[in-house]
C-alpha cells in the first residue's frame, strides 16, 4: 500500500532520512520506533506532503503521490495527532465529523456518523454536544481517534497515541487502535517510543537511526532480534550503538 524508495530529506546541515526504503503492505499495521528526534514524524509528514522530500518516490497503492490530486490523495488517510489537536471551539461531533461536514454532507446525517465513531471508540451519545475542554485526557484521545476513523479511510496514522496517558488508558488506546485498523482492514504506521504500543498493535517494527532504517521485521521478532540498535532501543541501555552514534 505503501511504498517508500530513496527517500531523503535534509534540513540545511542535518540529514534527518538518509536514502529510506520502506514498504508497508495493504491491511498491515507497522509501528516505527527510535529516538526523538530521528526522524519519525518527518517521515509522516513526507508521505502525506507536508514536508517535501529533497529526493526519491512515495507510492500510495502502486500511484506515484506527487500525480494525484491532492484532495482525493488526502482524502484516503485518517491521523490521530500526538496531542489529539481537536478543534475547541467546536464541540466533539462536529471534531469527529469535520471531514464530512466539509464535504458538505447534510449535518444530521454528518452528526449519526460521529456518534456511531465515538461508539467504537466506547464514548457514549451525550459526549458528542461536549467541547474538548469538558474531556478527560483519555477521552479526548478516544474522541481523536473517533475522527481518524469516521471517514473508513484506506490509511491511518498514529503520531505517538499514548502520549501523556496513564498506563491503564494507555492500554485502551492500544487495543482501540489494535480493534478500528482490524475492523476497516485499513493500512497503519503508529510511530511511538511506548514498547507496549509495539507489541499491541504492530504486525511489523522498523527502527530508525541516524537517518536510516536500521531494523524491520515481524513483531514476534523483535525480542531476539541480534540487532544491537535493537537490543539497546527496546531494553533503555544507556550504552551502545546509538548512543555512540548521537
Known sequence: MIELRGLRKSFG????????DLDVARGKSLVVI???????????????????????????????????PRDAFLSRFG???????????????????????????????????AIDALA???????????YPAE???GMQKRAALARAIAASPEVVFFDEPTAGLDPIMAGVINRLIREAVT????????????????HTVADR????????????????????SGDP???????????GPIATLR
Open 205 to 224: 517494527v522498523a527502527l530508525l537511526h541516524g537517518g536510516k532504517l536500521r531494523w524491520m521485521g515481524p513483531t514476534a521478532d523483535l525480542d531476539h
Open 120 to 130: 467504537r471508540v466506547g464514548l457514549p451519545e451525550r459526549t458528542a454536544d461536549l
Open 135 to 137: 474531556l478527560s485526557g
Open 34 to 68: 527510535g529516538g526523538s528526534g530521528t526522524g519519525k514524524s518527518v517521515l509522516l509528514k513526507c508521505i502525506l506532503g507536508l514536508v517535501a522530500p529533497d529526493a526519491g518516490t512515495i507510492r500510495l497503492g502502486g500511484q506515484d503521490v506527487t500525480r494525484l
Open 183 to 198: 475492523d476497516l482492514g485499513a493500512t497503519a504506521v503508529t510511530i511511538t517510543h511506548d514498547m507496549t504500543t509495539v
Open 229 to 239: 540498535f535493537v537490543e539497546q532501543f527496546i531494553h533503555g541501555r544507556p550504552d
Open 13 to 20: 546541515p542535518n540529514t534527518v532520512l538518509d536514502g529510506i
Open 79 to 113: 491521523m490521530l495527532f500526538q496531542g489529539g489537536a481537536l478543534f475547541d471551539s467546536l464541540p466533539v461531533w462536529q471534531n469527529v465529523a469535520f471531514r464530512h461536514l466539509k464535504a458538505r454532507m447534510p449535518r444530521a446525517e454528518a452528526r449519526a456518523r
